[in-house]
């Protein structure tokens, strides 16, 4: 077994590569570096582990479950942002909300009800994303791409929520042009719903796509995070 300061060197090793490998996809699509944030994917990973991740520079952290989310957060330092990414069961964000700065997955008017109701108890803001399922495989959570737009501007009309943007799971394809197109897609919604004018979408720019196996297509596409976490904490163990 590798000592904790061996995994740390090796997570702050791979965190600076990673983030090396998005600054050259996004330089070689025209694009600033600088608008690609890398969001870390941490799922299964101990506090230990993420909090060696943060010390080496990561400044955004997504959880896939409220659960993990009441286990590590209270351990990390301020200044951390993090986002939820994985599937809500409506009933379960509540206790999560305190320290979530964002729900990218929002893919259903009922959970988005409950958030902007719970923002109004609790008398805060929250910035959502609305997932997309681009590809359309039954095993992807997500707003069919025909339904995003509407889905979208009724978030962004609710109070205490602030729309920023799409997010998606790129298609498990060995196909980079299936991956690349269903990523397009995404941003061709994003232009349609900040082209659109209605109240609450000005500031939905966003885009969050890509993961270890196709980050430089997202980024190619548009991409404004990036998440990672195979290529940071290397493969993790089955569930
Ligand atoms: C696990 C996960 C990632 C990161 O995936 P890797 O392939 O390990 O980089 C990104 N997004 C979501 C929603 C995830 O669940």
Redesign the pocket.
């Not at 998440?227 to 290529?231: E, S």
């Given at each position: 077994m590798p000592s904790d300061d061996d995994r740390a060197a090796l997570v702050a090793q791979r965190l600076a590569a990673a983030r090396s490998r998005l600054d050259d996809a996004a330089r070689s699509a025209g694009r600033d570096p600088a608008d690609v944030r890398l969001l870390l994917?941490t799922?299964t990973m101990s506090t230990a582990v993420v909090r060696a991740a943060v010390a080496a520079g990561a400044t955004l952290l997504?959880e896939?479950r409220v659960q993990e989310v009441l286990a590590k957060a209270p351990d990390l330092p301020d200044g951390v942002e993090l986002h939820l990414?994985?599937h809500l069961q409506s009933n379960k964000v509540n206790a999560a909300l305190r320290w979530v700065a964002c729900v990218e997955?929002v893919d259903s008017l009922d959970l988005a009800h409950r958030l902007s109701a719970r923002c109004e108890a609790t008398d805060r803001e929250l910035d959502v994303m609305v997932q997309v399922n681009v590809s359309g495989e039954a095993s992807k959570f997500g707003v069919a791409p025909e339904d995003a737009l509407a889905l979208a501007t009724e978030v962004a009309s609710l109070p205490r929520l602030r729309l920023t943007g799409l997010m998606t799971?790129g298609a498990r394809s060995p196909d980079d042009g299936v991956v690349r197109a269903g990523f397009a897609r995404l941003r061709g919604l994003r232009d349609d719903l900040v082209e659109s004018g209605v109240p609450g979408t000005g500031d939905a720019r966003g885009l969050s796509m890509g993961?270890?196996?196709d980050a430089a297509l997202a980024v190619a596409e548009g991409a404004t995070i990036v998440?990672?976490?195979?290529?940071v904490f290397g493969e993790?163990p089955p569930r």
């Open positions: 994917a799922k997504g896939n990414i994985g997955s799971i993961m270890t196996g998440r990672l976490g195979t290529a993790r």
